[in-house]
C-alpha cells in the first residue's frame, strides 16, 4: 500500500506531545513493514532547521482563497525510510509556535486550512498517488471532507480517508461562513457534516466523513461513545458504527530505552537497576535536592486539566510532609498547579518545577524519578507511562483510556502488576494510590524493585499495533476502491 500521514507534528522535528511521537515512529515501522509511506506537515521554520533544509528549496505550491493566494514551496526528503513532505508558508508557519498554544493563533483556521489544501495538491502529484491518507487530529481533519467531496476525475479520487483521534478535546471550531472561503462546498457545511452548535467543528467533519475512524487505544474508544467522554461529539461517533476502532500506540523503542540513552548520564536495564540508582542521585544533584533515599515522584506533561495535575499539585504538602520529592517539567495553564508554585520557592529541596518542554530532561525524569504521577481525567492512550514503565519508574495512574490498557494494579493483579491505579479523579484517589506507593518504598523495597522489572518487559513497540493499523488501512482502501472502479 501507499500510505499518506498528514499532521501538524512529527518527531524528532516538531513535538508538542504525544501525536508528535506517533508520526515519528507509526509511519517509520509501517516502511518496515514495506509500505511505501509519505508524511505530509507543515514546513515550521524549527522543522526545516532541524531537518537541515534551505529555506525556499523546493517545489513551489500555490493555494488561492476569493482575497488572496498564498504560495509555498514542498520540501522533499527522506527519513527513516518514508518520504517527508514539508510545506513551508512563511507568512502562515514561519512563526515559533505550533498552534500558539495556550489560546491558539487567531489564524489557526487559515493555517491548517491552508495547509490542508496544499497536503492534497502535493500528495494528487505524486506516483502512485496515496490508496489511503490518515489525517491526524483536528489540523488534518478537512482531509476526509475534502477527499469525500472531490469532483470526478481528481487524482485523490480513489483514495480512502482514515480519521485518526489522538484527542477528542481539540476540534478545530470556526465560524461556519469561514468553510466557504476555503473552498468546502456548502453541501459539506450543513448538520450532517462540519456543522456543530452552529459552528464548523472541522472534527466533526473528519469523524463523517474518513472511510474509517481511529482512536489511539481501545478502552479511549468504548468511553468516547458516551456523553461523559464524547466532548460534544459521541453522536457522530455512534454514527459510525463498527467503522471506528481502537489501537493502542506503540512507542519509538529506539529513542526510548535506557540501556542506550544517550540524555542519561547512565545506561541501565532490567538486570542492572543499580544503574538507575546513578540516573536518580544525578538528577537530584542536577534540580538542587537533597541526595539520597527519598521518593523520588517524576511528572512530565501539558499543564493542562487533562492531565490532574491540579491533583498532583492538591497532594503536594502531604507529599512533602512524606520526605517525597517532586519533579514536574511542563508548561500550561500555571493556575492550575498554584499550591506546587507557591510552595516551590520554600521548598527548593523537594520540588523542582520547570515550565518549558525539555527533551533530554525528560529523559532524565523517566530514569531517574522513582514513580510517575499521570492522574489524567482522560487519557486517549499516553505515551509517558509506557515510557516510565520502559525506565523501571513505576507509574500511578486514573484508571481511564490508554492508561487502563497499559497499566495493570499491583494489589488486584499480584503476578504481574506494573503500576498503581486509582478511579477517582480527586486528591483522595490519587493520594490513595500514592500512599500505597509510598508504602512499597518504605516497607517492601524487594517488591517494588519487581514491579519495576515487571514494567520494564511490557512490549511497547510498534510491532503488533503497525499490523492492526494494516487490517484497517486494507478494508479502508478496499471500501473506496470498488466503488470507484465500478
Ligand atoms: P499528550 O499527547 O496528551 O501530551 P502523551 O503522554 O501521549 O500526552 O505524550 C506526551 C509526550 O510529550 C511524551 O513523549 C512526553 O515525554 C512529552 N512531553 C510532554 N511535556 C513535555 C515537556 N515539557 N518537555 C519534554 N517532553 C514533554
Not at 510545506?87 to 487567531?106: A, K, M, S
Not at 476502532?245 to 530505552?257: F, K, P, Q, V
Not at 518545577?353 to 533530554?360: G, I, K, Y
Not at 486517549?380 to 523501571?392: E, F, N, T, V
Given at each position: 500500500?501507499?500510505?499518506?500521514?498528514?499532521?501538524?507534528?512529527?518527531?524528532?522535528?516538531?513535538?508538542?506531545?504525544?501525536?508528535?511521537?506517533?508520526?515519528?515512529?507509526?509511519?517509520?515501522?509501517?516502511?518496515?513493514?514495506?509500505?511505501?509511506?509519505?508524511?505530509?506537515?507543515?514546513?515550521?521554520?524549527?522543522?526545516?532547521?532541524?531537518?537541515?533544509?534551505?529555506?525556499?528549496?523546493?517545489?513551489?505550491?500555490?493555494?488561492?482563497?476569493?482575497?488572496?493566494?498564498?504560495?509555498?514551496?514542498?520540501?522533499?526528503?527522506?527519513?527513516?525510510?518514508?518520504?517527508?513532505?514539508?510545506?513551508?508558508?512563511?507568512?502562515?508557519?514561519?512563526?515559533?509556535?505550533?498552534?500558539?498554544?495556550?489560546?491558539?493563533?487567531?489564524?489557526?483556521?487559515?493555517?491548517?486550512?491552508?495547509?490542508?489544501?496544499?497536503?492534497?495538491?502535493?500528495?494528487?502529484?505524486?506516483?502512485?498517488?496515496?490508496?489511503?491518507?490518515?489525517?491526524?487530529?483536528?489540523?488534518?481533519?478537512?482531509?476526509?471532507?475534502?477527499?469525500?467531496?472531490?469532483?470526478?476525475?481528481?487524482?485523490?479520487?480513489?483514495?480512502?480517508?482514515?480519521?485518526?483521534?489522538?484527542?477528542?478535546?481539540?476540534?478545530?471550531?470556526?465560524?461556519?461562513?469561514?468553510?466557504?472561503?476555503?473552498?468546502?462546498?456548502?453541501?459539506?457545511?450543513?448538520?450532517?457534516?462540519?456543522?456543530g452548535m452552529g459552528l464548523m467543528n472541522w472534527l466533526k467533519g473528519g469523524i463523517v466523513n474518513a472511510t474509517r475512524v481511529l482512536t489511539v487505544s481501545p478502552t479511549y474508544a468504548h468511553e468516547?461513545?458516551?456523553?461523559?467522554?464524547?466532548?460534544?461529539?459521541?453522536?457522530?461517533?455512534?454514527?459510525?458504527?463498527?467503522?471506528?476502532?481502537?489501537?493502542?500506540?506503540?512507542?519509538?523503542?529506539?529513542?526510548?530505552?535506557?540501556?542506550?540513552?544517550?540524555?542519561?548520564?547512565?545506561?541501565?536495564?532490567?538486570?542492572?537497576?543499580?544503574?538507575?540508582?546513578?540516573?536518580?542521585?544525578?538528577?537530584?544533584?542536577?534540580?538542587?535536592?537533597?541526595?539520597?533515599?527519598?521518593?523520588?515522584?517524576?511528572?512530565?506533561?501539558?499543564?493542562?486539566?487533562?492531565?490532574?495535575?491540579?491533583?498532583?499539585?492538591?497532594?503536594?504538602?502531604?507529599?512533602?510532609?512524606?520526605?517525597?520529592?517532586?519533579?514536574?517539567?511542563?508548561?500550561?495553564?500555571?493556575?492550575?498547579?498554584?499550591?506546587?508554585?507557591?510552595?516551590?520557592?520554600?521548598?527548593?529541596?523537594?520540588?523542582?518545577?520547570?515550565?518549558?518542554?525539555?527533551?533530554?530532561?525528560?529523559?532524565?525524569?523517566?530514569?531517574?524519578?522513582?514513580?510517575?504521577?499521570?492522574?489524567?481525567?482522560?487519557?486517549?492512550?499516553?505515551?509517558?507511562?509506557?515510557?516510565?514503565?520502559?525506565?523501571?519508574?513505576?507509574?500511578?495512574?486514573?484508571?481511564?483510556?490508554?492508561?487502563?490498557?497499559?497499566?495493570?494494579?499491583?494489589?488486584?493483579?499480584?503476578?504481574?502488576?506494573?503500576?498503581?491505579?486509582?478511579?477517582?479523579?480527586?486528591?483522595?484517589?490519587?493520594?490513595?494510590?500514592?500512599?500505597?506507593?509510598?508504602?512499597?518504598?518504605?516497607?517492601?523495597?524487594?517488591?517494588l524493585d519487581r514491579i519495576r522489572r515487571t514494567g520494564m518487559l511490557d512490549d511497547f513497540s510498534w510491532d503488533g499495533s503497525a499490523r492492526l493499523y494494516d487490517a484497517v488501512l486494507e478494508e479502508?482502501?478496499?471500501?473506496?476502491?470498488?466503488?470507484?472502479?465500478?
Amino acid at each position: 500500500m501507499h500510505i499518506a500521514h498528514v499532521a501538524p507534528e512529527m518527531a524528532p522535528f516538531v513535538k508538542v506531545g504525544g501525536l508528535g511521537d506517533v508520526v515519528g515512529s507509526l509511519p517509520p515501522a509501517q516502511a518496515r513493514d514495506g509500505h511505501r509511506v509519505t508524511v505530509v506537515v507543515p514546513g515550521y521554520a524549527k522543522l526545516l532547521a532541524a531537518a537541515g533544509r534551505t529555506p525556499g528549496d523546493g517545489t513551489p505550491v500555490e493555494v488561492g482563497f476569493p482575497t488572496a493566494t498564498y504560495a509555498g514551496v514542498v520540501h522533499s526528503f527522506e527519513h527513516q525510510g518514508v518520504r517527508v513532505l514539508a510545506i513551508e508558508q512563511t507568512e502562515l508557519f514561519g512563526r515559533p509556535g505550533i498552534y500558539g498554544n495556550p489560546e491558539g493563533y487567531p489564524d489557526n483556521g487559515l493555517r491548517f486550512g491552508w495547509f490542508v489544501r496544499a497536503a492534497l495538491e502535493a500528495l494528487g502529484a505524486l506516483a502512485p498517488v496515496p490508496d489511503v491518507v490518515l489525517a491526524h487530529d483536528w489540523p488534518a481533519a478537512l482531509v476526509p471532507v475534502f477527499l469525500a467531496s472531490a469532483p470526478a476525475g481528481h487524482p485523490l479520487k480513489g483514495t480512502a480517508s482514515v480519521m485518526v483521534i489522538h484527542n477528542l478535546a481539540h476540534q478545530g471550531l470556526f465560524p461556519l461562513e469561514f468553510g466557504g472561503y476555503l473552498g468546502l462546498p456548502d453541501a459539506q457545511l450543513g448538520p450532517g457534516s462540519l456543522e456543530g452548535m452552529g459552528l464548523m467543528n472541522w472534527l466533526k467533519g473528519g469523524i463523517v466523513n474518513a472511510t474509517r475512524v481511529l482512536t489511539v487505544s481501545p478502552t479511549y474508544a468504548h468511553e468516547i461513545l458516551t456523553p461523559a467522554f464524547g466532548e460534544g461529539l459521541d453522536a457522530a461517533l455512534r454514527s459510525r458504527g463498527s467503522a471506528l476502532t481502537g489501537i493502542l500506540n506503540g512507542l519509538d523503542t529506539a529513542t526510548w530505552n535506557p540501556a542506550t540513552d544517550p540524555h542519561l548520564p547512565r545506561a541501565f536495564d532490567r538486570d542492572h537497576l543499580e544503574g538507575k540508582w546513578q540516573v536518580k542521585a544525578a538528577l537530584q544533584e542536577e534540580l538542587g535536592f537533597r541526595v539520597g533515599d527519598y521518593p523520588l515522584f517524576g511528572i512530565v506533561t501539558r499543564v493542562d486539566a487533562q492531565k490532574g495535575v491540579d491533583l498532583v499539585a492538591a497532594i503536594t504538602p502531604w507529599l512533602l510532609e512524606a520526605e517525597g520529592q517532586i519533579v514536574l517539567l511542563g508548561s500550561g495553564h500555571r493556575p492550575l498547579i498554584k499550591p506546587l508554585v507557591d510552595l516551590a520557592p520554600y521548598w527548593t529541596q523537594s520540588i523542582a518545577l520547570v515550565e518549558r518542554f525539555d527533551e533530554p530532561l525528560a529523559h532524565r525524569i523517566y530514569g531517574g524519578s522513582d514513580f510517575f504521577l499521570m492522574p489524567s481525567r482522560f487519557e486517549p492512550c499516553g505515551l509517558s507511562q509506557m515510557i516510565a514503565l520502559r525506565y523501571g519508574t513505576v507509574p500511578v495512574v486514573r484508571r481511564t483510556g490508554g492508561l487502563a490498557d497499559t497499566v495493570r494494579d499491583v494489589d488486584e493483579r499480584p503476578e504481574d502488576g506494573n503500576g498503581l491505579v486509582f478511579e477517582h479523579a480527586d486528591p483522595g484517589g490519587l493520594g490513595w494510590a500514592t500512599g500505597r506507593a509510598l508504602a512499597l518504598f518504605r516497607d517492601d523495597r524487594a517488591r517494588l524493585d519487581r514491579i519495576r522489572r515487571t514494567g520494564m518487559l511490557d512490549d511497547f513497540s510498534w510491532d503488533g499495533s503497525a499490523r492492526l493499523y494494516d487490517a484497517v488501512l486494507e478494508e479502508a482502501v478496499q471500501r473506496v476502491r470498488p466503488a470507484t472502479e465500478a
